[in-house]
């Protein structure tokens, strides 16, 4: 069975589990989504929509954050871990996005990855699930099942993010990487299994004995 063999079925099995998928994190516009992700960086997603459920309904656009000043945007977000690095970068990404994109959000990985606190996956997720547009966001679930589904040597997540969209239809790469994110929670979980038990893995590598070396992201 070669790669694309066994991607599409990776594919089939997880619409089977997932035929629809909800995105975690809550978000009222497009900016508010950049900001959760910008704080789930070594953070659960569940956690973020704690914090900001009560932060959103009063505010939700570059100019609140920019009124409210760094200081208390440290202050909203104190349950979040890295909390001092990230309301700075809220603070200024917000002054940018008021002085120089008339407060709207760019639409492009260049202009996004400029921003301050705004990485490529942060970028790719905001592309992906605030404008539609096709991305692979690869955060260490993915960089980890990609790697015992034998689909990348997980060299680095640039290179599992190269492999994958070879791998796999644009139009199933922004539905993809919620569902492995989902697979990875539930069933493939860090320390759990190494690449025995399962049908994805049973089925994708009948004869493997051992389990998968992961290296991290
Ligand atoms: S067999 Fe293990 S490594 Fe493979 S998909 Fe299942 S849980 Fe993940």
């Known amino acids: 069975m070669n790669k694309i063999e066994k991607a599409e079925i990776i594919n089939k ?25 910008l704080l789930s ?3 659960t997603d569940v956690n973020v929509n704690n914090v900001t459920k009560n932060i ?6 570059p100019k609140h954050f920019v009124k409210l000043g760094r200081k208390k945007i440290e202050r909203l977000i104190k349950k979040i871990g890295i909390f001092r ?31 301050p606190g705004v990485g490529h996956k942060t970028a790719s997720v905001v592309m992906s699930q605030g404008f539609g547009y096709p991305a692979f966001a690869i955060d260490t679930h993915i ?7 034998g689909l990348t040597n997980g060299k680095s997540v640039i290179q599992t993010e190269k492999d994958l969209k ?11 990487h919620l569902q492995i994110i989902y ?7 860090a320390r759990d299994c190494y690449g025995l038990t399962c049908k994805i893995c049973t089925t994708c590598y009948p004869k493997r004995k051992k389990p998968v070396i992961t290296k991290k992201a």
Do not use: M
């Not at 959103?56 to 656009?61: G, S």
């Not at 960089?143 to 589904?149: P, S, Y």
């Not at 070879?166 to 993809?176: A, E, T, Y």
């Open 183 to 189: 697979y990875g929670r539930e069933y493939c979980k």
């Open 85 to 115: 690095v990230k309301a700075k970068s809220i603070y200024n990404l917000s002054r940018i996005l008021v002085n120089d994109y008339n407060s709207r959000v760019p639409k492009t990985f260049e202009e996004l990855e400029k921003l």
């Open 143 to 149: 960089h980890r099942l990609a790697q015992r589904w």
């Open 166 to 176: 070879n791998l796999f239809p644009k139009k199933s790469w922004n539905k993809l």
């Open 56 to 61: 959103y309904p009063k505010f939700n656009q």
């Open 13 to 37: 099995i997880l619409n089977q589990i997932y035929p629809k998928i909800k995105v975690p994190l809550k978000s009222r516009n497009v900016f508010t989504l950049l900001i959760s992700v």
């Open 41 to 43: 960086a070594q953070c």
